[in-house]
């Protein structure tokens, strides 16, 4: 196998004096084993390597006219295109601070003149070698980076895909589609994206709280996969002790999610907001929800996000207990529920995306195929009559 880091191929080096003989000297020793490409100043220099094809290495007089080998250093250090080609000086000076001055600049190395040839064959090959290892570790380290960011964008789809798959089968058991968990992750996230600059909201929702909202947003009825059908797909209203029972299943979602937390053993944000999101989204801005009657900031900011999602997603939905309500419909019913079941900050961002959510309900729409499937699958469990009623509080 042969070394990434021998040299294949002839490499580039372009030397820079404005004595001809010396160019002349250094074109014949180089010549062989090199391209060799030549200038009489600092200027033409720094033409050619602005050129397309830029030397692999320069070999650079310090003492010259109008533009010193020094300040070429400093421009191609200054342009990103060229800070990496590396800089041998040729200087007659031998003094140590000369010396010192190049390599503070940016320089590899020293060779003085009168030159020998055999020293400066060697340094040129050596460097040649040493910036061949930076760019082959350059490039496998882009190519890693690359891979990882692959890799982790195809595990995330995964998990993504893995949690909206658990979260239609809570949905397979209710009266509701698969779309609607795409739908209320949208509509949690543009409402997030309204509120991010609100003082109240903008410390917590960052961009990257956003994303991880989102990502845990269809879990929120996950917990329903405990309740009974005989209580779930019931079209009329629930008894008090049905209600009851409807109720666990915010706890029964979030013991799931503490228990995959524990499992894990992962302090992850993303537990924090499915067990926050599962637990509470059903408790109202006056403390009238449950489980535990939260009022206000009590109740987590990504769970107010989820009621609101939930509760417009609910009101333009058909199910089996009830006729889908028109989106001016929902609009209002929301505008009533400020300051009572909702955040009054979260209602008036609502207000403002109103047409977003539309349009969000528009894409994720359920086809009438899929309707008439979910309403066949569940005749057979429960009872034909419809009851026009608004969103049932589950």
């Known amino acids: 196998m042969n070394n990434p880091l021998e040299l294949s191929g002839k490499c580039t080096v372009l030397v ?13 020793l180089l010549r062989t084993d090199y391209k060799v490409k030549l200038a009489t100043s600092g200027e033409r220099a720094l033409q050619i390597v602005a050129g397309e094809s830029k030397p692999d290495l320069i070999l650079l007089d310090i ?16 342009n990103p295109d060229t800070e990496d080609i590396p800089v ?40 040649l070698q040493l910036k061949r290892a930076r760019d082959y570790l350059a490039h496998h380290n882009h190519f890693l980076e690359q891979e990882i960011a692959n890799r982790t ?14 979260a239609s089968l809570a949905e397979t058991r209710d009266n509701e589609t698969g779309n609607h968990i795409r739908r209320t992750q949208h509509y949690v996230e543009a409402l997030a994206r309204k509120l991010q600059d609100h003082p109240r909201f903008k410390d917590e929702l960052t961009d ?63 537990f924090r907001y499915a067990k926050e999101i599962t637990y509470s989204h059903q408790e109202k801005w006056d ?35 009830k006729s889908a309500f028109s989106h001016e419909t929902a609009v209002e019913i929301i505008r009533d529920g400020r300051g009572s079941h909702f955040d009054p900050d979260m209602v008036d961002a609502f207000l403002v995306l109103s047409e977003e959510f539309r349009a969000i309900a528009q894409r994720f729409a359920d086809s009438a195929p899929v309707l008439q499937a979910q309403i066949e699958r569940l005749a057979a469990d429960v009872p034909t009559e419809r009851i026009e009623l608004t969103v049932r509080d589950e």
């Open 16 to 28: 820079v004096d404005d004595t001809p003989d010396n160019l002349s000297l250094m074109s014949d």
């Open 63 to 78: 003492m010259m006219p109008e533009m010193d080998g020094y300040e070429v250093l400093r421009r191609l250090q200054f």
């Open 88 to 127: 041998i000086f040729l200087t007659a000076m031998s003094a140590a601070d000369d010396e010192s001055v190049g390599l503070e600049l940016g320089a590899v190395d020293y060779i003085t003149k009168p030159i020998n040839p055999a020293i400066v064959m060697a340094r040129v090959r050596n460097h």
């Open 153 to 166: 964008r195809a595990l995330a789809e995964l998990q993504d895909a893995t949690i909206r798959a658990m």
């Open 208 to 270: 990257a709280a956003i994303e991880t909202i989102f990502k845990s947003a269809p879990l929120h009825d996950i917990g329903k996969v405990g309740i009974p059908d005989r209580i779930l797909l019931k079209p009329g209203k629930l008894t008090p002790e049905e209600f009851e029972i409807m109720k666990t299943h915010t706890t029964l979602g979030r013991d799931a999610i503490v228990a995959a937390e524990t499992d894990a053993m992962l302090d992850n944000p993303f």
């Open 287 to 321: 403390g009238s929800g449950y489980p535990e009657g939260l009022m206000g900031n009590t109740i987590p900011l990504s769970a107010r996000l989820m009621a609101v999602a939930d509760v417009y997603d609910a009101l333009i939905s058909e199910r089996v207990y």
